[in-house]
């Protein structure tokens, strides 16, 4: 019996020192590079779909585990009429809802949450709102420091920011401000030109460091671990270009259809709504050159040389770079689902699309010729994220002669979503006295050995605000150059229209 356990124990050692060698890391420590100065969370929205769902289970969450800031207030603030104490009891039913209240922890989050009616377009309701925020800081030392979080339609975004900034809620380091940050959703714009005039709405009042454009793409794990994989393995860099990469596939397929949301999808389709933003970071993640440190301006920097390098579409033989579709009418796990046009609030002869399919390249040292694949539409047959590196053939096929000529080429996987992995595929022979070949694979999976807390996509958001780190977020250069990329299939779209 003793020996028995004490050989588990040396297998279980094995393992734990084969696959996570102790550096002496506690997860923990992970989680947040430091504690974030106390601050006021104002949330514009507060009465919608995203605080309910995200927002608030995010920060609360963030309470749990000890990432907000030693004093913290949290202010939303919508155009319904409502007291404090039902906005506390509304988010309180919706985390219970989701099974993520903890009631005794509850408690003391609750009493820092506060509900404040207001009019967006009224410069008063301003006036009163910097004045309560004042007051706040007096009783809790939140030290005149704040996030404005826009959770509104992008119709406010322009008036929300200029109101904000009018009453002198961004003005930073004056009497009684500390830091203020404004957090916007994407779209940023629905085109080059919307976007450019949008931003400069944001630029009237706030600075380009106090500005947060979100991608909510670029807080995932493992979106994130593409760089660490890319540039702190030695093994994969150097194969990592056009002399041994034959095609990249970058794919985002949901299941989903367009839900309730008709009135912002029929004139965003997949184009604006996945390409201009997630696909094209995942792009600039997978192609980026290393930058010389992991600071946000070096990191975004090398992500916009990614952008300036899309070679333009030839717009004349577009049929040979882009499919454009629209779901039909199907089922999905047995489940009846209606067409896009059948959808409540579509236009039934609409021509918005819900699948497109591009080939992009790269007008660079590192990519020239590689094709870039790149996929994402709703109510396909599964949700699947992914990144996969195609590997050219072996140069010579020496087991011709007991083989033929083929040989699959290596394929480097990266999971997003759902899996969660990174998978290698090699050949191997099969067991056998006759000369075969099978095709294995090695997997990580993310989760792997790991049993510390993990981060939803919008507490490593918040945590970033709060700490003022720009890393994960879009810099105004980059959605311009995203935008003109795509503004002549958008033109040609619109056309078609
Ligand atoms: C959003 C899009 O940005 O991303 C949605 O507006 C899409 O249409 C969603 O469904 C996909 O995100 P995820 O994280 O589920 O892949």
């Not at 219970?96 to 949450?113: G, S, Y």
């Not at 410069?123 to 706040?136: C, D, I, K, Q």
């Not at 203020?180 to 009237?204: C, M, Q, W, Y």
């Not at 333009?312 to 209606?338: E, H, R």
Request: proline share 5%.
């Amino acid at each position: 019996m003793k020996n028995t356990t004490s050989k588990q124990n040396t297998e279980r050692m094995a393992l734990a020192s084969v696959s996570t060698p102790d550096l002496g890391i506690d997860s923990g420590e992970c989680l947040a590079p430091q504690q974030s100065e106390p601050c006021i969370i104002v949330i514009m929205g507060a009465t919608g779909d995203l605080t309910v769902r995200k927002l608030i289970p995010a920060l609360f969450n963030l309470y749990l585990n000890g990432g907000l800031p030693e004093s913290f207030q949290i202010v939303g603030c919508g155009r319904t009429e409502m007291a404090s104490v039902d906005f506390r009891n509304k988010m309180e039913a919706a985390l219970k809802a989701a099974d993520m209240l903890e009631p005794a922890k509850w408690q003391v989050f609750a009493a820092a949450l506060h509900y404040q009616i207001i009019d967006y377009e009224n410069p008063e309701s301003y006036t009163g709102l910097a004045e309560s925020l004042r007051n706040l800081d007096r009783e809790n030392n939140t030290r005149g420091n704040r996030i404005f979080y826009i959770a509104l339609p992008p119709t406010l975004y322009k008036t929300v920011a200029q109101m904000i900034g009018r009453a002198g809620m961004s003005a930073e380091m004056t009497e009684g401000n500390g830091w203020s940050r404004i957090v916007v959703e994407k779209p940023f714009g629905t085109n080059l030109e919307t976007a450019v005039d949008l931003d400069r709405s944001l630029h009237e009042y706030f600075k380009e460091r106090q500005i947060f454009r979100i991608d909510h793409y670029l807080a995932k794990e493992t979106v994130q671990n593409v760089l660490m994989f890319r540039f702190a393995n030695a093994l994969f860099e150097p194969i990592w270009n056009r002399r041994y990469v034959d095609h990249i596939v970058i794919t985002a397929t949901e299941t989903l259809g367009v839900e309730h949301r008709a009135g912002y999808y029929e004139h965003s389709g997949v184009l604006r709504d996945m390409f201009q933003n997630h696909m094209m970071q995942l792009l600039a993640l997978t192609a980026m050159e290393p930058p010389s440190r992991f600071e946000d301006e070096l990191v975004r920097d090398e992500k916009t040389k990614v952008f300036r390098a899309l070679r333009p579409f030839p717009v004349k033989y577009l049929q040979d770079y882009l499919v454009l579709g629209q779901y039909a009418a199907g089922s999905i796990n047995g489940t009846a689902v209606p067409a896009y046009r059948d959808e409540p609030d579509v236009d039934p002869n609409s021509i918005t699309p819900t699948f497109a399919m591009m080939k992009v390249y790269l007008d660079n040292w590192r990519w020239q010729g590689v094709p870039f694949y790149m996929t994402s539409g709703k109510r396909l047959n599964k949700k699947r994220t992914e990144i996969a590196i195609q590997f050219k053939t072996v140069p010579y096929a020496m087991f011709r002669h007991v083989l033929g000529e083929r040989i699959l080429a290596n394929r480097l996987t990266m999971g997003i979503h759902p899996e969660e992995k990174i998978t290698l595929s090699f050949q191997t022979k099969n067991p056998g006295a006759r000369v075969c070949l099978r095709t294995v694979t090695m997997d990580f999976h993310y989760d792997q050995n790991y049993t510390g807390p993990t981060l939803d996509a919008y507490e490593k958001v918040l945590i970033d605000c709060m700490l003022g780190d720009q890393m994960l977020f879009w810099r105004q250069d980059s959605v311009e150059r995203c935008w003109s990329f795509l503004t002549k299939l958008l033109e040609k779209n619109n056309r078609q229209e």
